[in-house]
C-alpha cells in the first residue's frame, strides 16, 4: 500500500548542489517532473528497483552512464529511459543548466523519497546528505532504491547501525509519518 501524503503541484526541491526539480503532477500510474542540473552535477550512481524513469532533454546537454557500458550523451529532443532494475547516473555534460522534463513509473515512494535527499543535501551544505540520514533512508527505502556507489559492506552493515543509534538519539523524529516501504 502506498501512503505517500498528498501534495499540492507543482512542487520544487532543491538540494543547494546543483539540482533543482519541480513536481507537477502526480497520478497511480507516473510521477511527472522538470528538473534542472548545473553544469557537471547530477547524482551518483544509483538503481530504481521498482520503477522506470525516463527523461527528455528540453535543454542542454545530458551524459548518462549505465553500469558497466561507456557514457552516452543526449541533446534537446532525445529521450532517455532507464528500465527498473537497472543502475545508472547522468550528469549535466554542458556548460549551461540542463532541463530535463520525466516521468517516474509507477510513481511510489519516489517523491517523498527524493524530497527528503535533497532536504538533508541542502540542510548540510549542498555536498552530501547529512549521515544519519542517508543511513535511514538507504536502509528503510532499500526495497525501493539503492546509491550503488556506496560500498556493500557501508550499506549492510553500517548503515543499519548509524539508523538505530540516530533514531535512539532521537534523530528518527524528522521523519515521522514516512510512508511505508513498497515491497514486490
Known amino acids: 500500500m502506498n501512503t505517500v501524503p498528498a501534495q499540492t503541484y507543482p512542487r520544487t526541491i532543491d538540494d543547494r548542489a546543483g539540482s533543482r526539480m519541480t513536481f507537477l503532477r502526480r497520478s497511480a500510474d507516473a510521477l511527472e517532473l522538470t528538473s534542472t542540473v548545473a553544469p557537471g552535477a547530477?547524482?551518483?550512481m544509483h538503481v530504481?528497483?521498482?520503477?522506470?524513469e525516463a527523461v527528455t532533454v528540453r535543454e542542454g546537454r545530458v551524459g548518462y552512464t549505465i553500469k558497466g557500458q561507456e557514457e552516452r550523451f543526449a541533446g534537446p529532443g532525445e529521450s532517455v529511459t532507464f528500465p527498473a532494475g537497472v543502475e545508472h547516473t547522468f550528469r549535466n555534460a554542458g556548460d549551461a543548466d540542463l532541463v530535463v522534463d520525466g516521468t517516474v513509473s509507477p510513481p511510489l515512494n519516489f517523491e517523498w523519497f527524493l524530497s527528503r535527499v535533497y532536504e538533508s543535501t541542502a540542510a548540510?551544505?549542498?555536498e552530501r546528505?547529512?549521515?544519519?540520514d542517508s543511513a535511514y533512508l538507504m536502509t528503510r527505502y532499500g526495497s525501493e532504491f539503492a546509491i550503488t556507489d556506496i560500498p556493500a559492506?557501508?550499506?549492510r552493515l553500517v548503515f543499519p547501525v548509524v539508523?538505530?543509534?540516530?533514531r535512539l538519539a532521537g534523530l528518527g523524529r524528522r521523519f515521522a509519518g514516512a510512508p511505508e516501504p513498497v515491497t514486490r
Open 129 to 132: 546528505p547529512r549521515t544519519f
Open 153 to 155: 559492506p557501508v550499506q
Open 163 to 166: 539508523a538505530a543509534v540516530g
Open 48 to 52: 530504481h528497483h521498482l520503477q522506470e
Open 42 to 44: 547530477g547524482p551518483p
Open 124 to 126: 548540510a551544505g549542498g
